[in-house]
């Protein structure tokens, strides 16, 4: 279930600070583009997602930024803040309904 | 709406004896998922249904597992015999149209 590659496995920063989350894929029929979020004990809920119409989408303190032609798209968390502590996940999906996540990032923001 | 319900959501067994996680989705969706996650693996998809179909089964590790969907409300996932590397999180999720999946609070089960 490789279809999907997301870096860095881990990350800490430093509250205020900006992290970044990168996810590539390879099939070209996707054309969905979520983030999910998942918290310690819960399942993984939906945090945004983008259309390949678009390059970016924000909202509040999260943005994805899409690439279409390099095949990734990235997660911007501005001003982290410890309750953004957490563990991401890509999952992009399309025709053919192919719903495989990313490997996991596990955020940690630090006071 | 009350989200995925997942049943239990603790279970701790010995190894040889079935296993049964229960789902009811969200009313309407008509896509449902069971997902495995494990520190080893990450979530893993098992298998998908589309209106109480079963559409892709390729994830199911081994004929000891096995899913259902009896009606729209309703889906199960047994392990018969379980082993303890079945150890680990199974979750739920359901989409109305296969983009958005909402995810239940999961199963965590312990085979020992």
């Known amino acids: 279930q490789q279809q999907v590659k997301q870096s860095p496995q881990s990350l800490i920063v430093q509250k205020g600070g900006i992290s970044i989350i990168n996810c590539a894929y390879e099939n070209t029929a996707f054309d969905y583009f979520p983030w999910y979020q998942q918290f310690p004990g819960k399942g993984p809920a939906l945090l945004i997602a983008i259309r390949p119409d678009v390059s970016e989408k924000k909202e509040g303190r999260f943005t994805i930024s899409f690439n279409k032609s390099a095949k990734q798209f990235s997660l911007h968390i501005m001003d982290s803040q410890p309750g953004d502590s957490a563990t991401y996940f890509c999952a992009p999906s399309g025709t053919g309904n192919q719903f495989y996540f990313g490997t996991g990032t596990s955020l940690t923001v630090i006071p | 709406d009350a989200g995925v319900i997942q049943s239990p959501r603790h279970e701790v067994t010995e190894m040889g004896q079935e296993v049964t996680l229960r789902c009811k989705p969200i009313s309407g969706h008509d896509y449902l998922f069971w997902y495995r996650q494990t520190m080893m693996r990450g979530l893993e998809l098992l298998i998908y249904f589309n209106n109480n179909v079963p559409i892709d089964d390729s994830g199911m590790p081994e004929d000891r597992f096995s899913a259902k969907m009896p009606n729209a409300s309703f889906s199960t996932l047994k392990i018969q015999p379980s082993e303890p590397r079945d150890s680990a999180v199974y979750f739920c999720?359901?989409?109305?149209?296969?983009?958005?999946?909402?995810f239940g609070a999961g199963s965590r089960l312990t085979v020992l």
């Open positions: 999720a359901s989409s109305p149209g296969a983009n958005v999946l909402t």
